[in-house]
Protein backbone atom coordinates (compact mmCIF):
# COMPACT_ATOMS: atom_id res chain seq x y z
CA UNK A 1 0.00 0.00 0.00
CA UNK A 2 1.16 3.44 -0.89
CA UNK A 3 0.59 7.07 -0.57
CA UNK A 4 -0.33 9.58 -3.76
CA UNK A 5 0.56 13.00 -3.47
CA UNK A 6 -0.84 15.64 -5.84
CA UNK A 7 1.63 18.27 -5.56
CA UNK A 8 -0.09 21.50 -6.53
CA UNK A 9 -1.40 20.04 -9.55
CA UNK A 10 -3.27 21.53 -12.52
CA UNK A 11 -5.01 21.02 -15.87
CA UNK A 12 -5.71 23.78 -18.38
CA UNK A 13 -7.45 22.43 -21.24
CA UNK A 14 -6.56 24.71 -24.33
CA UNK A 15 -3.16 26.34 -25.23
CA UNK A 16 -4.70 30.18 -24.96
CA UNK A 17 -3.14 31.96 -22.17
CA UNK A 18 -6.12 33.56 -20.95
CA UNK A 19 -7.36 29.56 -20.27
CA UNK A 20 -7.81 29.26 -16.54
CA UNK A 21 -6.94 25.73 -14.85
CA UNK A 22 -9.96 23.03 -15.10
CA UNK A 23 -8.66 21.86 -11.95
CA UNK A 24 -6.10 23.02 -9.11
CA UNK A 25 -5.66 20.86 -6.14
CA UNK A 26 -2.74 19.73 -3.74
CA UNK A 27 -3.13 16.52 -1.01
CA UNK A 28 -2.17 13.32 -0.07
CA UNK A 29 -4.18 10.45 -0.20
CA UNK A 30 -2.82 8.13 2.16
CA UNK A 31 -1.68 4.57 1.93
CA UNK A 32 -4.54 1.93 2.10
CA UNK A 33 -7.07 5.00 1.94
CA UNK A 34 -10.80 4.83 0.70
CA UNK A 35 -10.44 8.43 -1.33
CA UNK A 36 -13.28 9.77 -2.88
CA UNK A 37 -13.21 12.81 -5.41
CA UNK A 38 -17.19 14.20 -4.82
CA UNK A 39 -18.86 17.29 -6.62
CA UNK A 40 -20.98 18.21 -9.31
CA UNK A 41 -21.12 17.37 -13.20
CA UNK A 42 -18.18 19.41 -14.89
CA UNK A 43 -16.38 20.63 -11.25
CA UNK A 44 -13.10 18.52 -12.71
CA UNK A 45 -13.26 15.13 -11.36
CA UNK A 46 -12.63 13.07 -14.15
CA UNK A 47 -9.92 14.61 -15.01
CA UNK A 48 -7.76 14.02 -11.88
CA UNK A 49 -8.56 10.66 -11.82
CA UNK A 50 -7.16 10.32 -15.43
CA UNK A 51 -3.84 12.75 -14.20
CA UNK A 52 -3.36 9.89 -11.77
CA UNK A 53 -4.02 7.09 -13.76
CA UNK A 54 -1.40 8.72 -16.27
CA UNK A 55 -4.03 8.97 -19.12
CA UNK A 56 -3.87 12.89 -19.08
CA UNK A 57 -0.97 14.86 -18.75
CA UNK A 58 -0.99 17.32 -16.01
CA UNK A 59 -0.45 21.00 -17.12
CA UNK A 60 1.81 21.73 -13.70
CA UNK A 61 2.87 20.01 -10.51
CA UNK A 62 4.10 16.16 -9.80
CA UNK A 63 2.55 13.27 -9.05
CA UNK A 64 3.96 11.11 -6.86
CA UNK A 65 3.17 7.34 -5.99
CA UNK A 66 5.15 7.05 -2.49
CA UNK A 67 8.86 8.37 -3.38
CA UNK A 68 8.26 7.34 -7.11
CA UNK A 69 7.94 10.67 -8.82
CA UNK A 70 5.23 9.12 -11.67
CA UNK A 71 4.52 12.58 -13.35
CA UNK A 72 5.91 11.42 -17.07
CA UNK A 73 5.28 7.86 -16.60
CA UNK A 74 2.64 6.15 -18.79
CA UNK A 75 -0.34 4.87 -17.39
CA UNK A 76 0.68 0.78 -18.38
CA UNK A 77 3.81 1.57 -15.77
CA UNK A 78 1.96 2.88 -13.08
CA UNK A 79 0.69 -0.01 -11.38
CA UNK A 80 -2.89 1.00 -11.37
CA UNK A 81 -5.87 -0.57 -11.60
CA UNK A 82 -9.23 0.80 -13.00
CA UNK A 83 -12.59 0.82 -12.86
CA UNK A 84 -14.82 2.29 -15.68
CA UNK A 85 -18.51 3.27 -15.76
CA UNK A 86 -19.17 1.35 -18.88
CA UNK A 87 -17.33 -1.56 -17.44
CA UNK A 88 -14.79 -1.48 -20.46
CA UNK A 89 -15.31 -5.25 -20.54
CA UNK A 90 -14.34 -7.26 -23.66
CA UNK A 91 -17.83 -8.72 -24.51
CA UNK A 92 -16.88 -11.74 -26.81
CA UNK A 93 -14.33 -13.22 -24.14
CA UNK A 94 -15.22 -15.04 -21.06
CA UNK A 95 -15.03 -13.88 -17.75
CA UNK A 96 -12.22 -15.63 -17.24
CA UNK A 97 -10.72 -13.94 -20.21
CA UNK A 98 -11.09 -10.86 -19.41
CA UNK A 99 -9.84 -10.99 -15.91
CA UNK A 100 -6.22 -12.34 -17.67
CA UNK A 101 -6.32 -9.53 -19.64
CA UNK A 102 -3.73 -7.52 -17.41
CA UNK A 103 -1.79 -10.25 -16.73
CA UNK A 104 -1.20 -11.83 -19.99
CA UNK A 105 -0.13 -8.13 -20.88
CA UNK A 106 2.65 -8.33 -17.59
CA UNK A 107 3.48 -12.08 -19.03
CA UNK A 108 2.47 -13.87 -15.98
CA UNK A 109 2.32 -17.63 -16.89
CA UNK A 110 -0.51 -19.48 -17.40
CA UNK A 111 0.26 -21.92 -14.27
CA UNK A 112 0.26 -18.73 -11.77
CA UNK A 113 -2.44 -16.87 -14.08
CA UNK A 114 -5.31 -19.91 -12.83
CA UNK A 115 -5.02 -19.46 -9.18
CA UNK A 116 -4.78 -16.01 -9.34
CA UNK A 117 -7.80 -15.31 -11.19
CA UNK A 118 -10.13 -17.70 -9.19
CA UNK A 119 -9.44 -15.64 -6.04
CA UNK A 120 -10.12 -12.60 -7.72
CA UNK A 121 -13.74 -13.87 -9.01
CA UNK A 122 -13.82 -15.00 -5.44
CA UNK A 123 -13.08 -11.65 -3.80
CA UNK A 124 -16.14 -10.38 -5.66
CA UNK A 125 -18.60 -13.01 -5.26
CA UNK A 126 -18.41 -14.89 -8.73
CA UNK A 127 -16.47 -17.55 -8.08
CA UNK A 128 -17.07 -20.69 -11.33
CA UNK A 129 -18.46 -17.72 -13.31
CA UNK A 130 -14.70 -17.77 -15.23
CA UNK A 131 -16.64 -19.84 -18.20
CA UNK A 132 -19.55 -17.81 -18.88
CA UNK A 133 -19.97 -14.83 -21.31
CA UNK A 134 -19.76 -11.32 -20.66
CA UNK A 135 -23.27 -10.89 -22.35
CA UNK A 136 -24.43 -13.69 -19.94
CA UNK A 137 -24.13 -11.51 -17.04
CA UNK A 138 -26.17 -8.79 -15.12
CA UNK A 139 -24.97 -4.92 -15.48
CA UNK A 140 -24.05 -5.80 -11.50
CA UNK A 141 -21.99 -8.94 -12.10
CA UNK A 142 -20.51 -7.22 -15.21
CA UNK A 143 -19.32 -4.32 -12.88
CA UNK A 144 -17.64 -7.37 -10.56
CA UNK A 145 -15.97 -8.57 -13.30
CA UNK A 146 -14.49 -5.07 -13.70
CA UNK A 147 -13.99 -4.99 -10.31
CA UNK A 148 -11.67 -8.43 -10.42
CA UNK A 149 -10.03 -7.30 -13.73
CA UNK A 150 -8.79 -4.22 -11.59
CA UNK A 151 -7.37 -6.30 -8.82
CA UNK A 152 -6.01 -9.26 -10.18
CA UNK A 153 -2.95 -7.60 -10.82
CA UNK A 154 -2.61 -6.72 -7.38
CA UNK A 155 -2.35 -3.28 -8.12
CA UNK A 156 -0.68 -0.94 -5.88
CA UNK A 157 -3.64 2.08 -6.94
CA UNK A 158 -7.12 1.23 -7.20
CA UNK A 159 -9.01 3.88 -9.58
CA UNK A 160 -12.91 3.97 -10.07
CA UNK A 161 -14.40 6.31 -11.98
CA UNK A 162 -18.57 6.42 -11.03
CA UNK A 163 -18.48 2.60 -11.50
CA UNK A 164 -22.04 2.07 -9.95
CA UNK A 165 -23.63 5.17 -12.31
CA UNK A 166 -25.00 2.41 -14.78
CA UNK A 167 -26.78 0.59 -11.89
CA UNK A 168 -30.19 0.61 -10.40
CA UNK A 169 -30.80 2.03 -7.00
CA UNK A 170 -31.04 -1.24 -4.92
CA UNK A 171 -28.01 -2.58 -6.56
CA UNK A 172 -26.09 -0.01 -6.38
CA UNK A 173 -26.43 0.17 -2.84
CA UNK A 174 -25.53 -3.46 -2.57
CA UNK A 175 -22.55 -3.01 -4.72
CA UNK A 176 -20.80 0.23 -2.62
CA UNK A 177 -20.20 -2.07 -0.06
CA UNK A 178 -19.19 -4.93 -2.32
CA UNK A 179 -16.51 -2.57 -3.78
CA UNK A 180 -15.28 -1.36 -0.34
CA UNK A 181 -14.52 -4.91 1.56
CA UNK A 182 -12.79 -5.89 -2.27
CA UNK A 183 -10.60 -2.57 -1.75
CA UNK A 184 -9.98 -2.98 2.13
CA UNK A 185 -8.87 -6.83 1.36
CA UNK A 186 -7.08 -6.29 -1.55
CA UNK A 187 -4.87 -3.52 0.62
CA UNK A 188 -4.49 -0.89 -1.98
CA UNK A 189 -5.04 3.00 -2.26
CA UNK A 190 -8.09 3.37 -3.37
CA UNK A 191 -9.76 6.57 -5.27
CA UNK A 192 -13.20 6.86 -6.76
CA UNK A 193 -14.81 9.34 -8.36
CA UNK A 194 -18.74 10.20 -8.27
CA UNK A 195 -21.24 12.87 -7.81
CA UNK A 196 -23.70 11.19 -5.58
CA UNK A 197 -23.03 12.67 -1.94
CA UNK A 198 -24.85 9.61 -0.53
CA UNK A 199 -22.62 7.06 -1.98
CA UNK A 200 -19.53 9.03 -1.08
CA UNK A 201 -20.47 8.72 2.55
CA UNK A 202 -20.98 5.99 2.71
CA UNK A 203 -18.14 4.51 1.30
CA UNK A 204 -15.10 6.88 2.11
CA UNK A 205 -12.33 7.12 4.24
CA UNK A 206 -11.57 10.57 3.24
CA UNK A 207 -14.08 13.09 0.84
CA UNK A 208 -12.54 15.59 -1.46
CA UNK A 209 -15.74 18.06 -2.12
CA UNK A 210 -14.73 19.81 -5.96
CA UNK A 211 -16.45 22.46 -6.93
CA UNK A 212 -15.14 24.97 -9.43
CA UNK A 213 -11.66 23.05 -9.81
CA UNK A 214 -11.09 23.20 -6.32
CA UNK A 215 -10.99 21.66 -3.14
CA UNK A 216 -13.64 23.09 -1.04
CA UNK A 217 -12.82 20.79 1.91
CA UNK A 218 -10.91 17.07 2.61
CA UNK A 219 -12.06 15.41 5.47
CA UNK A 220 -13.70 12.62 6.82
CA UNK A 221 -17.58 12.18 5.89
CA UNK A 222 -18.92 12.93 9.63
CA UNK A 223 -16.73 16.32 9.13
CA UNK A 224 -17.90 17.17 6.13
CA UNK A 225 -21.63 16.97 7.29
CA UNK A 226 -21.17 18.34 10.58
CA UNK A 227 -18.31 20.97 9.85
CA UNK A 228 -18.63 22.39 6.28
CA UNK A 229 -15.95 25.05 5.51
CA UNK A 230 -17.77 26.22 2.59
CA UNK A 231 -21.64 27.12 2.27
CA UNK A 232 -21.59 24.67 -1.21
CA UNK A 233 -20.13 21.96 0.38
CA UNK A 234 -23.11 22.33 3.25
CA UNK A 235 -26.05 22.59 0.38
CA UNK A 236 -23.92 20.28 -1.87
CA UNK A 237 -23.68 17.05 1.53
CA UNK A 238 -27.24 16.09 2.86
CA UNK A 239 -28.74 19.62 1.46
CA UNK A 240 -28.44 21.42 4.44
CA UNK A 241 -30.03 25.05 5.23
CA UNK A 242 -27.95 27.89 4.73
CA UNK A 243 -29.28 30.85 6.70
CA UNK A 244 -27.46 34.12 7.20
CA UNK A 245 -27.12 36.13 10.46
CA UNK A 246 -25.31 38.33 12.90
CA UNK A 247 -22.52 37.19 15.93
CA UNK A 248 -23.94 38.82 18.91
CA UNK A 249 -21.57 36.94 21.06
CA UNK A 250 -18.56 34.16 21.26
CA UNK A 251 -17.80 31.66 23.77
CA UNK A 252 -15.57 29.14 23.72
CA UNK A 253 -16.40 26.74 20.28
CA UNK A 254 -19.79 28.48 19.82
CA UNK A 255 -21.00 31.78 18.79
CA UNK A 256 -24.42 33.09 19.78
CA UNK A 257 -25.97 34.47 16.05
CA UNK A 258 -28.63 36.22 15.28
CA UNK A 259 -31.29 34.37 12.79
CA UNK A 260 -33.73 35.81 11.97
CA UNK A 261 -35.33 37.94 14.80
CA UNK A 262 -34.10 35.04 17.37
CA UNK A 263 -30.55 34.09 18.67
CA UNK A 264 -29.09 30.67 18.52
CA UNK A 265 -26.25 29.28 20.09
CA UNK A 266 -24.33 27.59 17.46
CA UNK A 267 -21.23 25.59 16.97
CA UNK A 268 -18.26 27.06 15.38
CA UNK A 269 -14.52 26.32 14.51
CA UNK A 270 -12.44 27.08 17.45
CA UNK A 271 -9.33 28.66 15.93
CA UNK A 272 -11.80 30.65 13.79
CA UNK A 273 -11.56 34.41 13.77
CA UNK A 274 -14.79 36.05 14.69
CA UNK A 275 -16.11 38.98 15.99
CA UNK A 276 -19.53 40.69 17.59
CA UNK A 277 -21.25 42.58 14.70
CA UNK A 278 -19.66 40.40 11.81
CA UNK A 279 -21.73 38.59 9.26
CA UNK A 280 -22.02 34.95 8.84
CA UNK A 281 -23.52 32.41 7.88
CA UNK A 282 -24.93 28.96 9.78
CA UNK A 283 -25.08 25.69 8.45
CA UNK A 284 -28.40 23.53 9.72
CA UNK A 285 -28.55 20.32 9.28
CA UNK A 286 -32.66 19.37 8.31
CA UNK A 287 -32.77 16.88 10.95
CA UNK A 288 -31.68 19.23 13.95
CA UNK A 289 -34.85 21.66 13.11
CA UNK A 290 -37.95 21.06 14.38
CA UNK A 291 -41.51 22.72 13.89
CA UNK A 292 -43.00 24.18 16.81
CA UNK A 293 -45.07 27.06 17.50
CA UNK A 294 -43.77 30.63 17.10
CA UNK A 295 -43.97 31.83 20.56
CA UNK A 296 -41.12 29.60 21.85
CA UNK A 297 -38.97 29.15 18.45
CA UNK A 298 -35.42 30.42 17.78
CA UNK A 299 -36.58 30.99 13.97
CA UNK A 300 -39.97 32.44 13.12
CA UNK A 301 -41.58 33.12 9.62
CA UNK A 302 -44.21 32.73 7.33
CA UNK A 303 -44.82 30.09 4.89
CA UNK A 304 -44.70 30.61 1.07
CA UNK A 305 -45.24 27.22 -0.15
CA UNK A 306 -44.39 23.18 0.84
CA UNK A 307 -43.30 20.48 -1.08
CA UNK A 308 -43.30 16.75 0.11
CA UNK A 309 -40.37 14.53 -0.51
CA UNK A 310 -41.31 11.60 1.18
CA UNK A 311 -38.25 11.15 4.41
CA UNK A 312 -38.50 15.36 4.39
CA UNK A 313 -40.28 18.67 3.28
CA UNK A 314 -39.24 21.40 1.73
CA UNK A 315 -40.63 24.86 3.10
CA UNK A 316 -40.21 28.31 1.29
CA UNK A 317 -40.34 30.08 4.28
CA UNK A 318 -39.86 34.24 4.38
CA UNK A 319 -38.27 34.59 7.52
CA UNK A 320 -38.94 37.95 8.60
CA UNK A 321 -37.60 39.65 5.22
CA UNK A 322 -35.28 36.83 4.63
CA UNK A 323 -36.60 34.13 1.79
CA UNK A 324 -35.12 30.88 2.63
CA UNK A 325 -35.67 27.63 1.22
CA UNK A 326 -35.65 25.25 4.71
CA UNK A 327 -35.76 21.23 3.98
CA UNK A 328 -37.52 19.68 7.79
CA UNK A 329 -36.56 15.79 8.61
CA UNK A 330 -40.45 15.68 9.49
CA UNK A 331 -42.30 15.82 6.22
CA UNK A 332 -45.96 15.22 7.35
CA UNK A 333 -45.52 18.81 8.86
CA UNK A 334 -49.02 20.37 8.98
CA UNK A 335 -48.47 23.78 7.27
CA UNK A 336 -49.77 25.35 4.47
CA UNK A 337 -49.23 28.37 2.45
CA UNK A 338 -49.92 32.05 4.73
CA UNK A 339 -49.25 30.21 7.71
CA UNK A 340 -46.83 31.31 10.91
CA UNK A 341 -44.18 28.92 11.70
CA UNK A 342 -41.58 28.16 14.40
CA UNK A 343 -38.61 26.47 14.22
CA UNK A 344 -36.36 25.46 17.39
CA UNK A 345 -32.59 24.45 17.19
CA UNK A 346 -31.44 21.24 18.37
CA UNK A 347 -28.74 21.83 21.16
CA UNK A 348 -25.74 21.59 18.65
CA UNK A 349 -27.31 22.27 15.53
CA UNK A 350 -26.12 25.35 13.79
CA UNK A 351 -22.55 25.50 12.86
CA UNK A 352 -20.84 28.96 11.25
CA UNK A 353 -19.69 28.33 8.36
CA UNK A 354 -15.76 29.55 8.05
CA UNK A 355 -15.69 30.72 4.36
P1 LIG B 1 -16.35 15.83 -14.07
O1 LIG B 1 -15.69 14.49 -14.14
O2 LIG B 1 -16.31 16.41 -12.70
O3 LIG B 1 -17.74 15.83 -14.64
P2 LIG B 1 -14.43 16.60 -16.09
O4 LIG B 1 -13.10 16.41 -15.49
O5 LIG B 1 -14.92 15.53 -17.04
O6 LIG B 1 -15.50 16.85 -14.95
O7 LIG B 1 -14.47 17.98 -16.89
C1 LIG B 1 -14.18 19.20 -16.27
C2 LIG B 1 -14.25 20.32 -17.28
O8 LIG B 1 -13.21 20.19 -18.24
C3 LIG B 1 -15.54 20.35 -18.06
O9 LIG B 1 -15.94 21.69 -18.22
C4 LIG B 1 -15.18 19.74 -19.37
O10 LIG B 1 -16.00 20.24 -20.41
C5 LIG B 1 -13.73 20.15 -19.56
N1 LIG B 1 -12.99 19.14 -20.33
C6 LIG B 1 -12.85 17.84 -20.04
N2 LIG B 1 -12.09 17.21 -20.95
C7 LIG B 1 -11.72 18.15 -21.85
C8 LIG B 1 -10.92 18.14 -23.04
N3 LIG B 1 -10.33 17.02 -23.48
N4 LIG B 1 -10.75 19.30 -23.70
C9 LIG B 1 -11.33 20.44 -23.27
N5 LIG B 1 -12.10 20.51 -22.15
C10 LIG B 1 -12.30 19.39 -21.45
Same mark, same amino acid.
Given at each position: ??? /??? *????????E??????????????????????????????????????????????????? *?R???????????????????? $??????????????? %????????????????? $????????????R /???????????? !?????? =???????????? $???????? %??????? /?????????????????????????? *??? #??? #?????????? @?????????????????????????????????? !????????????? %??? #????? #?????????? @????? =??S? !??????????????????? =????????????I???????????G *???????????G?????
Amino acid at each position: MIP /IQL *DNISKTYGESAAAVPTVSVDFTVEQGEFFTLLGPSGCGKSTLLRMIAGFIAPSAGTIRFA *DRDVTKTPAHKRGIGMVFQNYA $LFPHMTVAENVAYGL %RLRRVSKDTREPRIERA $LQRVGLEGYGKRR /IDQLSGGQQQRV !ALARAI =VIEPEVLLLDEP $LSNLDAKL %REETRMQ /IREVQKAAETTAVYVTHDQAEAMAMS *DRI #AVL #AGGRAHQIDS @PQKVYNEPTTAFVARFIGRSNVIPGEVISLKRGT !AVVRLGSGDAEVR %RHA #AMPLS #AGEKVEVSIR @PESLN =VTSA !ADADLRGVVRSREFLGSTA =VLEVDLEGVEQVITVSTPNVDVAAG *DRIGFALGAGAGWVIPE
